[in-house]
């Protein structure tokens, strides 16, 4: 008996599952988050936790699932890593660490100089000699001990005054101007392969005192061989307040030009409280923006946020009447920017390695 041989709306429907199912399958292969979204961009989505929060089960979910990227707030600076001479508080930025690698993560450390949460013993430093020999055997010890697993360091952090000048700390009034090489030196010899940064804030537009300051800084460490990789905008922004980008533009093109990239290393994006339908629409204007560059210049590629919830906020206890700074609600549900940022970042390209 011959068989019957298919109709031709057996033969399209047929044609119609296998494509249905092929759609399907090419859906199971989607990016199901945005962690996993970041990466297949090859872009760092990352945000500055505490000690405990890889501890949390409920924040380690969240972190997990949104973000590629991790940087330690406070667990590296001095007074909470090294809290006396003698004692190294290793466990926490370890969990880090660990917690980081074993969930597709990377991780920026932060940070050896700055001018706050310094220990005692620091503050009291009274001689260049002393001074250089402790700044040294700080930035060695860690970044020996985590040596090819943080890829990227704030080195030095806050060392221009507004005006661009340099600022008043230990490290400037023991050792002189030249403690931001002697820092830089150290790190590259620890590791050689970590990623150098110089990080500020207020410094992301071209044309403006600090902005040019922190420019031509890096730039003279640039043409002196210091090895610095880096230029760290903190971008810690107002919604109320105009946000220039093209002085952002300017300012990261020309640090293209000099072989440094940019990294975007502590967004966030404060409001004048009450909130209100138009203040969020300013603010979501900003994170988008930022956004959009990050996911395409060819010199940027990170995206680090400042906390991510409104309900651990800095924002409040440091700036009084200003607050909704970040993604998260104080539910730490995701804002509606959250989704805005998402399409963004689906709709860019590929960024190369």
């Known amino acids: 008996?011959?068989?019957?041989?298919?109709?031709?709306?057996?033969?399209?429907?047929?044609?119609?599952?296998?494509?249905?199912?092929?759609?399907?399958?090419?859906?199971c292969a989607s990016p199901k988050n945005l962690h996993e979204l970041a990466s297949k961009k090859n872009l760092n989505f990352g945000v500055a936790i505490q000690a405990g929060d890889v501890l949390s089960l409920e924040t380690s979910a969240l972190l997990k699932e949104h973000f590629n990227l991790i940087v330690p707030e406070n667990t590296m600076k001095w007074k909470n890593i090294r809290p006396t001479k003698t004692f190294w508080n290793w466990s926490d930025m370890d969990n880090m660490v660990d917690f980081a690698e074993k969930n597709g993560m990377v991780i920026r450390g932060h940070t050896f100089v700055w001018h706050q949460q310094n220990a005692p013993y620091v503050d009291s430093l009274k001689t260049k000699d002393e001074a250089v020999a402790m700044l040294t055997e700080q930035i060695t010890m860690v970044m020996e001990r985590y040596k090819g697993r943080v890829f990227e360091y704030d080195v030095a952090n806050e060392v221009?005054?507004?005006?661009?000048?340099?600022?008043?700390?230990?490290?400037?009034?023991?050792?002189?101007?030249?403690?931001?090489?002697?820092?830089?030196?150290?790190?590259?010899?620890?590791?050689?392969?970590?990623?150098?940064?110089?990080?500020?804030?207020?410094?992301e537009y071209a044309g403006t005192?600090?902005?040019?300051?922190?420019?031509?800084?890096?730039?003279?460490?640039?043409?002196?061989?210091?090895?610095?990789?880096?230029?760290?905008l903190q971008l810690h922004l107002v919604a109320e307040h105009t946000f220039n980008r093209e002085g952002l533009l300017a300012q990261i093109r020309r640090f293209a030009e000099l072989g440094m990239f940019v990294t975007f290393t502590e967004i966030d994006v404060r409001i004048a409280m009450p909130s209100s339908p138009e203040k969020e629409a300013q603010q979501t204007e900003i994170f988008k923006g930022l956004m959009e560059i990050a996911a395409t210049e060819p010199n940027t590629g990170h995206f680090v946020v400042w906390g991510y919830t409104d309900a651990k906020s800095?924002?409040?206890?440091?700036?009084?009447?200003?607050?909704?700074?970040?993604?998260?609600?104080?539910?730490?549900?995701?804002?509606?920017?959250?989704?805005?940022?998402?399409?963004?970042?689906a709709d860019s390209p590929k960024r190369k390695k």
């Not at 661009?164 to 150290?186: H, N, Q, S």
């Not at 909704?324 to 805005?340: C, G, I, M, N, Y």
Request: proline content about 6%; hydrophobic content about 40%; some cysteine.
């Open 1 to 27: 008996m011959l068989k019957e041989r298919p109709t031709k709306t057996a033969t399209v429907s047929a044609v119609c599952i296998a494509v249905g199912l092929l759609g399907l399958i090419s859906g």
């Open 160 to 203: 221009l005054n507004e005006d661009g000048t340099l600022r008043d700390t230990v490290w400037l009034r023991t050792i002189g101007p030249e403690y931001i090489d002697i820092a830089f030196k150290a790190a590259r010899a620890a590791d050689p392969k970590a990623r150098l940064v110089l990080n500020d804030y207020s410094n």
């Open 209 to 232: 005192a600090k902005g040019d300051a922190f420019y031509e800084l890096c730039k003279d460490m640039k043409n002196r061989g210091i090895p610095i990789d880096g230029a760290g």
């Open 314 to 345: 800095w924002i409040p206890g440091t700036f009084p009447g200003y607050g909704s700074a970040h993604l998260f609600d104080k539910a730490s549900q995701p804002k509606p920017v959250f989704e805005d940022l998402k399409k963004i970042l």
